[in-house]
């Protein structure tokens, strides 16, 4: 069974960065595409930016510049950057991944509070 477990979430001031990270285990196969999503209190869960194996990223629009998402699929891991946070970054941030079959898997969550 595969299970992805976000860490690094937590209260931080604006301006400040957190580092985010996600482990994947249960499974020796690899995501073509690994990715960060978010979702605010009352509003729908949105990407924030995802990998795929080439190394080709995405951001949303809110991020760029300011976020940096990386991967060591050896280690079947994601990681997320965060800098310059504003208090419209705070959210629960979710890991995900997903397999050439279009299998995709979640975390459960980390949450991210950015304090003005």
């Known amino acids: 069974q595969v299970q992805l477990v976000e860490s690094g979430g937590g209260l931080v001031q604006a301006g400040g960065s957190l580092r985010l990270s996600c482990v994947a285990s249960g499974s020796i196969f690899s995501f073509n595409t690994m990715g960060w999503y978010r979702q605010a209190p009352g509003k729908q869960r949105e990407l924030v930016a995802a990998?795929?194996?080439?190394?080709?990223?995405t951001y949303t629009d809110s991020v760029k510049g300011r976020f940096t998402i990386s991967r060591d699929s050896a280690k079947l891991s994601v990681y997320l950057q965060m800098s310059n946070l504003k208090p419209e970054d705070t959210a629960v941030y979710y890991c995900?991944?997903?397999?050439?079959?279009?299998?995709?898997?979640w975390g459960r969550g980390t949450q991210v509070t950015v304090s003005s």
């Open positions: 995900n991944g997903v397999r050439s079959t279009g299998s995709s898997y």
């Open positions: 990998i795929t194996t080439g190394g080709r990223t």
